[in-house]
Structures are given as C-alpha cells and as structure tokens.
C-alpha cells in the first residue's frame, strides 16, 4: 500500500544527517534545477538522462534513505506516464540508432527516455521530502516567494493528512468486514462513507479551530526555527546546479565511453 | 489523471507553472483579505486532508465494469469557494508530488490547470447559475453534473494539449483525443453525482446546527485570470500553429507583411537565438521525425551505451559506498 510507503518517507524526513540539516530553499532550487535540466533533453534522449541517476543516487546514499518505499511509490505511480509512452513504440518504428548490431526504433528510444524521466524526476521528490520534513519544505517555500496562505494551508494539510487517511483505512476496513465478497464498495455505500468521512472532518475543523484561537492564532503559524544560508547550503547549491548544468551542457556518457573504450 | 514531469517540456511546463503562479499568487491575497480567513484556515486544511482521503476511495461505478473516484476540485471550489480552493488543491497536488510521486513540480502548474483552475473558474460559476438557490431538486443535479462534466472535460483537453505540446509522446491526436475525452464524460459524470451528495450532506449538517462551511461568495481577481487564460489559450493557439508549421508567416503573408529576412539586427538575433537555445533540436510533436533521419553513427551510440553501463556501475558502488563510509565515520564519533 503507497501510504505506508508515505508515511514511511515522512517518518524518515525527521531523521538527522547532513542532509537533512541543509536549508530547506537550497534543495528545493538543486531539485527544481535538476528537474529542469531532465525535462530539457530533446525526446530522443536516453545517453544523456543516464549520468543524472547520479542525483538521486547519491542523495539517498548521503541520506540514508531506504530504496524500497522510494521504489514502491514510483512503480505505484508509473502507469499514466508509461501508458502514454506505450504507444511511441508502435507509432514511430523509423530507425534511429544502433546498439551493438541492434537497431532500435526512435519510438523505442523516446519510450525508454520517457520511462528514465520519470523515475529521475519522481525519486528525486521523494527523496527530497525523505530528507526534509513537510514543515520545513513550507516554510522554505514561503522564504522563496510562496504566499503565506499556500504555506500555511500545506502545513495544515500535513497535519491531518495521515490522520484522516487512518480515518478513511477504518471505514474501508469496516465496509470489507460487513461484504467480503465485494472488492470495491457499491455506490450508494461509498456515498455513506464519504458521508460519515465529511462529517468527521467538519467536526475535527471546527475542534482544531478552537485550540488555535485558544493558543493565540492570529493568521501564521509562528516558528521558533530560524533559517539562514550558511555556508555548506550555498555551497550545496552551487554544486548541485553546476552539475545539472554539466550534466546538461556536456555529453559526459560518450566521454566516459570513449574514455573507457581507449583504455582496453 | 496526473501530469507527470516525464512527460513535459520545459516551455510547457513553465509557462503554465508560470499562469498558475500568477493566478495562486492573486487568489491568496484576496483570500487572506476576506473578513473569515482566520476561521477559514483550520477548515481548509482539513478539508484538503478529506478530498486525500476521498481520492483513495474507490468504488464500482453502476452499469458499467470500472471504478472511479472523487477528484474534489469542484467540491472544494462549492465548499470554500474559488480562492481558498486553488489554493487547497495546489497544496493537494503538491503533497501528492512528494509523498506519492503522483504529479510532479515542474507538472504542477499543469495540474492545477486541469484539475483546480476549471472547476472554481468555469464549474463553479455555472453551478451557480444553473441552481439558483440551494442544492435540492433536479435543477441543481443537473447542474452539478453541467458544471463537473464541463470541468473534467476542459481538464482532459488540458492533459492533451500539455502533451502534444511538449511532443514526448506521440499519441496521434485524434484517437487520443477520443479516448481522452469519452473517458472523461463517465468520470466528470461521477463526479458530478458525489459532489452533490457531498455539498447536500454538507447542508444537511449545517442545518443540524453542525459547523459545516456554507455556501461562500466571491470569485477570482480578475488580473491573474486574465493572464493565466491568455497563456492557456496561447499554448492551445501554438499547438493549432504547430499543425501548420508556417502558420504565423503563411497568415503574415496572406495580409500583406513583408518579412525582411537579411539585416543585421537579424543576424545578431539569429546568432544570439542559436547560443542560447536550450533545445537546439527540439521539434513539435506534429513535424515529427522523418523516416529519412539519418541513423547515429555506430561508434558514438556504442560510446554511449558504455558510457551509461560506466555510469551505472559507479553509480551502484557509490550507494554500496557512502553508507558504509558514513557509519564508520559515525562509529568513530561515538568512540571518541
């Protein structure tokens, strides 16, 4: 199930390491500039995205990030995305390149760079929430422009977020229970459920307001955190751009083919 | 249906994070300026939390085989009203993107076009309209399935338009378009029927006396909208451009322009234009690759294919690697 999975990169989020303890806005600028560079690649694309495992690689290794959750929730993601590759395949059978005797299609070719795109650019996100706590990507957003509202509301979000899908896992136990035989609710009980899911959630807003105004509420949640740059988060900025930048600009696969293919 | 990142191209992708920015940006400042946000917030958090909830709630759809579920863009934009629900939907997607890998964040702005800006820029004023007062009767069915089916259906073209864009996949358009929009109607038909069992039972709950947001006023701040609708329809006009690949020069000409093709300024921004391209290559889905391509030649594709072998192996041994490093560094922290 993708929410254990979830909650297992949330948990993992609160873990220390030099990772975790850099600035929120220097990975959300290294992950966006990464995600950047990835999406440039012309279609054909496949040599070039290779050296770009690299990132993702090397932060879960830095940041002690399981591989499993991580690839769990990509494989549970992949269907739309691969599903749409699906049909290059088929559509775009001229030849485009040949790999040791074997001729490869461009459709083949756009399909794998698709399917490479998409595991670089979700594991990254993951792994940049499996090193960062919510809160702190939030407040890093806010740092960076974000309005306060948008931070505020992903805050408040986070903090029920897992609560009410217990709340929804309960339900859905309890319906299984009472019809084993049905794998997927009826309509008419999955209106019920939603029903009683509703009326629970306008309860536990309107509770939750209460303690706020009690603690004081007055429109932004306060922070005793302060961030600021330090040095290893610029440095850490710098390097991660310079090399999505490298990584874009220079064919470093070929050159470290040919290197390799000189030295035998 | 979530736009993925894979599938985007960076134009693509920041003109519309670009559009949502400026709608997200104009959205929450007349939000945070309405009298109740304050009482708003808590509410909104939760109700985020919900359409979560809702979203992994599948159930059979009457008459036919497959399942469905809530989206909840419209319920939201009903529930909070336009502002607060952009904003909702927004922090939706974007946990989506980093808990579950559904979505992304050079996708978002994509995503929110499809899923959120529709329903509470279009949905919510026709619901409105369509219903007059109160949910009740078959005059408000009707026009919650209008506005949620007018709603999904915009979001399909989206999903469409986003892709042939950023020419990724090449799905030919018009099945594409078929299959898109026919799986659609049944989608935005359902979630018509949930969301209007939801906004009753919502009224049903008010009326009990119960804390349940009403039925708020207020629409999106002009400006933004404007702006974010001009970039839609921009990227829906260069797509229709793209089927005609002069399109621009073959109108140009046909009233008359003259373009002076030699001169220096020309030069200059030919030259400034070849430096700076980002995707030298790049070429719209519709142009395509030509079967006369030439094949790349052997060495450089044999180079590559070593390359990515080199790179994969170094990238293994450094996973191997750095934890096994770490700890030891750790361990001898411990001992001292």
Redesign the interface.
Known sequence: M??LA?RE??RLGYADGPLHRLDARAKLLV??GF??A???F???E??GL??F??GP??L???G?VPLRPILR??L??SP??VL??L??PF??T???????GVTLS??LL?FL???L??GL???T??L??ATTP?PR?ARGLRALGA????S??????????F???E???R??AARLLREPARR????A???R???V???R??????R??RC?LVRG???ELPSLRSEGLRRADALFLAAGLGLCLAGRLFP???????L??RGS | MHMADALLSPPVGVAFDAAAGLLLAGAARRLQREPDYREKVPVMGVLGAFVFAAQMMNFTIPGTGSSGHLAGGLLLAILLGPNASLIVLSSVLLVQALFFADGGLLALGCNLFNMGVWPALLGLPLYRRLSREGARGLRSTLACLVAAVVSAELGALGVMVETQLSGRADLPFTRFAGLMLGIHLPIGVVEGLVTLAMVRFAEKVARGGLPAPGHPQGRLPLVPTVLALAVFLGCVGAWFASARPDGLEWSLARVGAVLPANGPAHALMKALQARSALLPDYGLPSSGRRADAPLVRLDTSLAGAIGVLAVAVLAGAAGLALPRLGRGARGKDRAA
């Open positions: 993708s929410v979830a990169l949330d992950s966006a995600l950047v990835v999406a440039s012309p279609r054909y496949v040599a290779a050296p495992a690299l690689c090397a879960a290794a830095v002690r929730l990509v549970a993601a739309f995305a749409v590759g049909a290059n559509l775009d001229a030849p485009a390149a040949r790999v040791a461009g459709g756009s760079s698709i399917v795109r998409f650019c979700t594991s996100l993951l940049l929430v919510l990507l309005p306060a509202a948008l505020l509301q992903l805050t408040m979000l986070y903090r029920y977020l609560l009410l899908l709340e929804g896992e339900l859905a997927l609710p009826r309509f009980t999955a209106h459920m939603l029903s899911l509703l009326h959630t306008f309860e536990r807003g309107a939750v307001y706020m509420f007055e429109g470093l696969t070929r050159w470290a083919g040919t390799l293919a």
